[in-house]
């Protein structure tokens, strides 16, 4: 990657803010702007930046806590030794498939996201990473992508820092989940506030749900995420489970 072309200012923000409210000055070429936190399209235009703010600046540490807990899971699990055939969802600009293609035997790397400009930032930072790679809408796929999504025989999904807060809503994610095989292992995680009970993500009701019928939970631990702007620390819970069945019958529970 070429060195920072940008100039990044921090500022001192209260602490009340939540996550997706929080906000930088962004410095690129001559021109000086206010840039939210969660403003990603116009934050993988810049290369590095993503990097830069979310990893070296604010300490984000989920790609690798959810994959190595994905792995002692799977290590636990002394599963046949099938390589894994990977649909990382939310993928933004492959950090995770990064992780995934290093720390781990995969025969298949597949990523989708909802903007163009992860994918253009993929191809830019990270080219020939994933085997392939979508710009799409996961919450209203038709029966002719749905056919092509399961024919890769999906036996993993992974999505990180991508559940929530206005990005993939509860329908997308059980979509998602529908395209893997039976018995796929699914690692994921989630703001801790989220799995609270006066949230209205609908994330707390799908996974109670889902529970015991079509999802069985192997490993879940709490953690920092990364730092806030502000400086405190952003709670995340990390899933680890196998798919069990489709997941039926919980449309009155989706959002989005
Ligand atoms: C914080 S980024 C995480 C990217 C990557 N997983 C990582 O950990 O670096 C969240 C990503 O989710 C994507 N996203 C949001 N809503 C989505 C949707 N409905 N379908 C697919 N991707 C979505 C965003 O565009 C963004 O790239």
Redesign the pocket.
Known sequence: MDSANYELILPQLDDSLDQNEEWFILEHEGEYKKVKSHD?EQIYRVPGLYEDIFYNRLGCK??NVVCDLLDQEMRKAEDPDQPLRVFD????NG??GEVIKEEMDCDLLVG????PE?KEAVERDRPGLYDDYYVL???CIDEAELGKFQSYNFNTLVT???LGFG???TR?FVNAFNMLQDDAWVAFNLRDKFLAEEDNSGYREVLQTILDDSFSISQEKRYCHRRSIAGDEVCYHAIVGKKLDNIEDVSGLLVG
């Open positions: 990603y989920s790609p969802f939310g993928a933004g950090i995770v989708v996201d909802i903007l992860a809408d996961m919450s990180v820092a991508a990005d993939i809503p997308a």
